[in-house]
């Protein structure tokens, strides 16, 4: 599933075409791909309407109108490009955005689990989504109270995105890989020095990420190009190679419900028993 910098390469893609266009129609060519409105809330809420902002919120793309947001989520195989002559819709297109200059934008989507939403405002995500990881307003304070006001599975809960919004399977694992920190540890006995580790290591990872326009593990890609981070993964996917610290081998467990890559030795697992035991 694109996590947030996959996502956050497709809104950096389509937001400086998009801003300005005003809607056309969009036609659901798979119809469940309309989450809880109909073509007559299109009618009435969106075509016609020019599009003023396009940004993202955890994993959903939010393209902003005057008085309603439409968000799309990708899901696990979704993809949003432009229709030109290099490429034409393909028999997995579930959503075709037509607009007033002609130019169409195309939501494609393998398995179908992508949907579109449309909302008054951004408030509906709001609810369900937690704090932005790479915004301002993310402290490290803050990161710390969530840790520390849940006796969690730290991975569990860093997956959770109504606690922070954004992270999947990928960035946690490597995130916590940098950190030292066992996916399988209890988020309230995690030392401060090791949350404060933690706290960088997913803000400098998902900034690298962006900035080399995401991880390509299957299919994802922006424009025909796939994402340049996978190239920079240290841990993720790597089952059975050897960690790049310690040279012991990395092993792929289940946490969380999740394919997880560990290296034994250097990620301490922090529980009651021992949180006070570190790695040599």
Sequence with gaps: MPE?????????YIRPILIGEKVKS????????????????????????????????????????????????LRMTGKVYYLNKNNS??????????FESKNQLVFDDVRKFGRLYLYNS?????????????????SLDLFSELLKGRKRNTKALL????I??????????????????????????????RVKKLYKNIKNILTDAINKNGTTIIDFSVNGESGKYTNDLQIYNRNKLDCFHCKNKITKIRVAGRGTHICLKCQKIYNRKNKNVEPT
């Design 4 to 12: 947030l910098p996959e996502v956050q390469t497709v809104v950096n």
């Design 26 to 73: 969009i036609t659901p060519l798979w119809p469940k791909v309309f989450h809880n409105f109909s073509d007559r809330d299109l009618q009435k809420k969106i075509n016609g309407e020019k599009i003023i902002e396009v940004l993202r919120r955890g994993k959903f793309i939010v393209i902003q109108f005057k008085k309603v947001i439409m968000a799309i989520h």
């Design 89 to 98: 819709i393909s028999k997995h297109t579930t959503a075709l955005f037509t």
């Design 122 to 138: 951004l408030e509906p995500l709001n609810k369900c989504l937690g704090p932005e990881p790479l915004s301002n307003d993310f």
């Design 159 to 162: 997956l959770d995105q109504s």
């Design 164 to 193: 922070l919004a954004g992270l999947g399977n990928i960035y946690v694992d490597e995130s916590l890989w940098k950190s030292g920190i066992h996916p399988n540890s209890i988020s309230n006995v995690i030392p401060a020095f």
